[in-house]
């Protein structure tokens, strides 16, 4: 046998008991929520009063301040991402590939779309780069020569 058991329309008996047993009592709940929090849940529900300007308010727009030319360097990171960045501002300007471990070999790999990349360096430095595309790294060619020698067939000093 099922029984169904369906909500009834309004609120249910117990609810408006219970409703009725504190709107009946509020004071001396109120009076005893004062007393615990020494006087600050009264206080908490008095309107507070907003607060009004006096005498003039300027407010000085701050300006975009002026763009300076970015100062870019390469730079190969803990994670293996070789990118292009600006110093004055520390942000990434271009992501030009990946160093990536390869039987066992760290090997770079030029950002490109043949080499699976979903966003890939400008054609104009896939040609100047293309030499680099599948470098080793080793104890003699480490990721600073790698970043030095990227930034040697880019122009950046």
Do not use: C, W
Not at 16 to 25: D, S
Not at 56 to 83: F, Q, W, Y
Request: hydrophobic share 35%; proline share 4%; aromatic share 4%.
């Amino acid at each position: 046998m099922v029984e169904i058991i369906s909500k009834r329309d309004g609120p249910r008996r117990e609810d408006m008991q219970v409703k009725r047993l504190i709107e009946q009592n509020r004071s001396t709940i109120v009076q005893l929520a004062d007393q615990i929090s020494g006087g600050g849940y009264s206080a908490s529900r008095k309107p507070r009063q907003q607060p009004k300007a006096e005498g003039l308010i300027i407010h000085v727009g701050g300006s975009v301040s002026p763009a300076t030319e970015p100062k870019p360097s390469i730079r190969v990171t803990m994670n293996g991402r070789v990118i292009s960045k600006d110093q004055n501002t520390g942000r990434q300007l271009h992501h030009i590939g990946d160093v990536r471990n390869r039987n066992g070999e760290q090997i770079f790999v030029l950002a490109t779309k043949q080499n699976g990349f979903f966003s890939p360096v400008d054609e104009t430095i896939a040609e100047a780069l293309a030499g680099l595309d599948g470098s080793r790294l080793t104890a003699t060619y480490t990721e600073e020569q790698l970043a030095a020698d990227i930034g040697a067939k880019l122009g950046i000093a």
